[in-house]
């Protein structure tokens, strides 16, 4: 293999199933590689905001003159994404090596596209002579690649329901998985405001340092600035983080709660933070495209966060029609997803994704036609998101809206196809 398509396309053929939860291959490859930080490692798991904690993270540590290095995953267009150096998308040459140290680490081992990837990446984080690393967990949190690392600063973003068939049927099975990525005597800071109580009872009794949102550390705004209070700290006259949506604030409190508990290994100035926070940004994140139409991009893909950006929509304001491109994974719990956004959506724009995992567009406009209740409204369907975006420009009055919301490779799709010059801005 000599370029980082080659050892993706390698990676893609390496193991039947797309997901082998487990972490014993991961970890015995791991060692072999000699794989470890000699910096502080805050991990970040949850169902949503997990996304928006790191690029928080990751920009308040730029503003305070670090070099941080950050993991997320899966990307929106291009697979170098998934990886920030010092602020920067890494180069897809600097990846190959590290490719070859975990193939030649792998002796024979069966690894996922996820795990070998994710090893890989760590691998180049590891030599990059970074001062905090931040790693997003993919799936999950116990038995997820990332938790081969250990923590020094484990944060657990809002719990609900996703990824059922792997993590368990209800939010207490969920934030038990996720509670996997905490470690005795580390700090664990959970910004969910009702986190399950399986979270809770875990993390007292490894006796991790446990930091709950309304009990050790808070939050207040009103229209204009907000402010943040934790152990023995308090920041006020903050301007909201820029990143939208209501949402967010409960993302920022846990980012400030991670600095604080880091405070002797990783020290921040209010000044960092208020700037941080001033200039994050993240593609895809109710990101608010200006325009005629106003077009708006949101990966939310289950139901609690399509409820988040229900109600961030309807805080934009009146447009006399919202058109709705729409692509989704099949396993997805789609119909609380479309009886939720169904009052919104004046027309329907459903697509099909270059993945077997996803629903048709076809399934999808079935779904939806199947929807008790639901408002008589027109639907078609599309090949690709770039064909449903450029059919909903097609019929969009310049007042109108266009949202692009569900899977990555929705938003993907636009991002590389639809909207080249914002993916030319954003994305590089």
């Keep these: 293999m000599k370029d980082l398509s080659e050892w993706l396309a390698h990676c893609e053929r390496l193991h039947p199933k797309t997901i082998d939860l487990g972490l014993e291959r991961v970890q015995a490859v791991a060692q072999r590689m000699g794989l470890r930080f000699d910096c502080p490692v805050v991990t970040v798991a ?95 949190g116990r038995l997820d690649a990332v938790n081969a690392v250990d923590t020094d600063c484990a944060i657990v973003t809002s719990i609900d329901l996703d990824h059922m068939e792997y993590l368990g049927p209800d939010r207490e099975s969920i934030g038990r998985e996720k509670a996997g990525i905490l470690r005795e005597g ?67 409190s846990g980012v400030l709660a991670a600095f604080e508990a880091l405070r002797q290994r990783l020290p921040v100035t209010a000044q960092a933070i208020r700037n941080g926070l001033a200039m994050v ?43 709705a491109v729409f692509g989704a994974m099949g396993d997805k719990d789609l119909a609380p997803m479309l009886a939720r956004m169904g009052p919104l959506v004046d027309r329907w724009y459903f697509t099909d994704l270059p993945t077997p995992r996803a629903a048709t567009a076809a399934a999808l406009l079935a779904r939806w036609q199947a929807q008790p209740g639901r408002r008589d409204v027109p639907a078609s369907t599309h090949a690709s998101p770039a064909d449903a975006l450029r059919a909903a420009a097609a019929t969009a009055e310049p007042a109108d809206r266009i949202l692009v919301f569900g899977s990555f490779y929705t938003v993907g799709g636009v991002l590389q196809h639809g909207v080249p010059r914002l993916a030319a801005r954003h994305l590089g």
């Excluded at 490894?206 to 204009?224: E, M, P, T, V």
């Excluded at 907000?226 to 604030?249: H, K, T, V």
């Design 46 to 140: 949850g169902t949503n905001g997990k996304g928006s904690t790191c690029a928080m993270l990751e920009a308040i540590a730029l503003q305070a003159g670090y070099r941080p290095g950050v993991y997320t995953s899966p990307h929106l267009v291009h697979f170098e994404e998934r990886c920030r150096i010092g602020g920067e998308i890494v180069r897809a040459d600097a990846l190959v090596p590290h490719f070859e140290r975990v193939e030649a680490a792998r002796e024979g081992a069966t690894l996922t596209y996820f795990e070998f990837t994710t090893l890989a990446i760590l691998g180049l984080m590891a030599a990059s002579d970074l001062e905090v690393a931040i790693l997003e967990v993919g799936l999950g």
């Design 281 to 323: 940004e993240l593609p895809g994140r109710f990101q608010i495209i200006p325009g005629e139409p106003t077009l708006v991009l949101d990966v939310a893909h289950n139901p609690h966060s399509v409820s988040a950006l229900a109600a961030n929509l309807d805080a934009m304001g009146f447009f006399p029609t919202t058109h």
């Design 186 to 252: 580390k700090p664990a800071i959970v910004s969910d405001p009702v986190p399950p109580h399986s979270l809770v009872q875990y993390a007292t009794a490894i006796g991790a340092d446990l930091w709950l949102l309304g009990r050790d550390f808070n939050f207040s705004g009103d229209k204009q600035q907000w402010a943040w209070a934790g152990r023995g700290r308090r920041y006020s006259g903050l301007a909201y983080p820029a990143l939208r949506g209501a949402n967010q604030l409960l993302n920022a």
